[in-house]
């Protein structure tokens, strides 16, 4: 009886386990998406780390170092696959915005709407215009699960907010630039609570690089193919992250090299299917609980009769989401909620 009662609970457990896995569901919202595990065939790229924005908004940043890390792995062929410094890209983008808003004339409201989030096109031009740091380099003072982000962007639009101000009753061109310069050290010394100081060069690999020599190695190229795709019924110019503006800027920073389309549903998903075929992940931006957010499309899923089901994503909320931080979209979820598609070639 009591081996019976023993092999009783087994069966239970185990099959609460499995039934556990099988029928887990990723969420964008309210909204249920396609069950993470499935009998079906797929093709998956080999990923780095599990990677977690913690409470920050910047998960554009963490998909683009994440497509970056992962490209390198798989198309790129390069020597070493670096892992890159989220984090520092994350201080290099508060650094930018705040010498870009107290250099122009933008409305501050408006401006702080970017403080805290983006979309790819900002990562691409901050890591274009301030280099890549490796993950393993970064030291910050304080862990980055612990940083108190929303002080954190607090504490910099006022920091900003009051540099405005004394630009805005300074009238020597020289008077203006000392206060640019001490309102960004400011700045700065704020982001140093957290992250600490990090150095200008270090030791990688055996080799003396500072970051803008690591972008040029492993990052996106200038005159590189990137693309940004969106489906003809999806494309609304009332975005809050002003995509066609953004078309146009990163048209100039890549020299031409860069391409946007309108495409059918059928076309983006060739071009998804075809992108994890030759290495390289493409970058979502989606629609997710009021909001908006992006992730890696690093894999994909196809039926017996060859037709793609679903695609596999990873998303920057760590370990503890989906699979080890993935999860499987279904097509009708991608077109549901997806907003646009980035991607790029050879670097």
């Known amino acids: 009886m009591e081996r019976k009662l023993y092999f009783f609970l087994a069966f239970f457990l185990f099959n609460s386990v499995s039934w556990g896995w099988s029928s887990f569901r990723a969420r964008i919202g309210s909204e249920q998406v396609f ?14 780390r599990n990677i977690n924005q913690q409470q920050s908004e910047e998960c554009y940043l963490f998909a683009f170092t994440g497509a970056l890390e992962v490209a390198n792995m798989n198309a790129w062929g390069r020597a070493q696959a670096p892992e890159f410094s989220t984090e520092y890209l994350f201080i290099q983008k508060l650094l930018a915005w705040s010498k870009e808003v107290l250099t122009n004339q933008s409305n501050l409201n408006d401006s702080f709407y970017f403080l805290n989030g983006g979309d790819v096109h900002h990562a691409l031009k901050v890591s274009l215009e301030v280099g890549l740091f490796p993950q393993e380099l970064f030291k910050p003072q304080i862990d980055f699960a612990y940083w108190n982000f929303e002080l954190l962007y607090q504490d910099v639009k006022e920091i900003v907010k009051l540099g405005r101000k004394r630009l805005a ?7 203006k630039d000392e206060i640019v310069k001490k309102t960004l050290l400011q700045v ?4 140093e609570v957290e992250a600490g100081f990090q150095p200008q060069e270090f030791i990688w690999g055996g080799k003396n690089w500072n970051a803008g020599k690591f972008q040029k190695a492993f990052g996106v190229k200038k005159g590189s193919h990137v693309y940004m795709m969106y489906a003809q019924d999806k494309w609304d110019m009332g975005d809050p992250w002003d995509l066609k503006n953004a078309v146009s800027e990163m048209i100039k920073v890549f020299k031409g090299a860069f391409n946007y389309k309108q495409s ?3 076309q983006i998903w060739q071009y998804l299917v075809g992108s994890v075929d030759r290495g390289l992940p493409s970058l979502v931006s989606m629609r997710w609980a009021g909001s908006y957010h992006v ?3 690093v894999g994909y899923e196809y039926n017996n009769r060859n037709e793609i089901v679903s695609f596999k994503l990873k998303n920057s909320w760590g370990e503890d989401y989906g699979d080890r931080g993935h999860a499987f979209f279904g097509l009708q979820d991608i ?3 997806s907003t646009s598609v980035w ?3 050879a670097p």
Do not use: D, H, M
């Open 35 to 48: 069950p993470y595990q499935s009998s079906n065939p797929t093709v998956e790229l080999k990923t780095t």
């Open 169 to 175: 009753s300074a009238s020597a061109e020289v008077l």
């Open 188 to 191: 700065q010394n704020r982001i």
């Open 264 to 266: 059918s549903w059928n």
């Open 295 to 297: 992730l890696n499309v």
């Open 335 to 337: 077109q549901k909620y």
């Open 343 to 345: 991607g790029f070639r």
